[in-house]
């Protein structure tokens, strides 16, 4: 299991690490962010972020994505949809205030559709980063969506709230066929 104790992580594929330095309180928020750049071949892509929570029996409490972009009573939220990836920097993000989320939300598992349906391997530069806070002041996780396979989806990365209560965050990377978050909600509860 790899802290934070010595900066930003780079994880790779099913690597963990927990939310918390040594000396430190837990985080109690995060933003994860998703950015990519417009298709080589000048088509648009438009990718989604979304948050699916589950209970301890891996069910499905809640999903937030940009139809549906507040649950659990505002705990998570996220900042709409970008349809093309122009722009620097994260393209959609969703805020989690884990301090907020009910008790029986044990899990959290961020993923990516192509909404328009293109596969995930005509994407450039995407990534998927964990920051600490609401205003994302510093950046602890970064997964590159490198390699991507020609599918339509992909589970990024897992938050499991640990018996301690500390979350710990594990990097996926999973390609599923999925274009909407719907589709993407048993894959994601089988890898939880």
């Not at 907020?100 to 961020?110: D, H, I, N």
Request: net charge positive.
């Amino acid at each position: 299991m790899i802290n934070l104790d010595k900066g930003r992580v780079s994880l790779t594929k099913y690597q963990s690490v927990s939310l918390v330095k040594s000396g430190r309180p837990p985080l109690t928020a995060v933003r994860m962010g998703l950015g990519w750049e417009p298709a080589y071949r000048g088509s648009s892509i438009d990718l989604d972020a979304s948050v699916i929570a589950f209970d301890a029996n891996r069910k499905q409490m809640a999903a937030c994505w940009f139809m549906k972009k507040s649950i659990l009573k505002g705990a998570i939220e996220h900042s709409g949809d970008n349809l093309t990836g122009e722009g620097a920097g994260d393209d959609e993000v969703i805020n989690v205030d884990l301090g907020r989320l009910p008790a029986e939300v044990t899990g959290l598992v961020f993923v990516v559709n192509s909404f328009t349906g293109q596969k995930l391997n005509a994407v450039a530069k995407a990534y998927c980063r964990l920051l600490e806070g609401r205003s994302g002041e510093n950046e602890l996780v970064r997964y590159d969506l490198t390699n991507a396979e020609a599918r339509t989806g992909v589970v990024m990365c897992k938050l499991v709230r640990q018996f301690s209560g500390e979350w710990h965050m594990t990097a996926i990377g999973e390609f599923v066929d999925g274009k909407t978050v719907k589709a993407m909600a048993k894959p994601s509860a089988a890898l939880l």
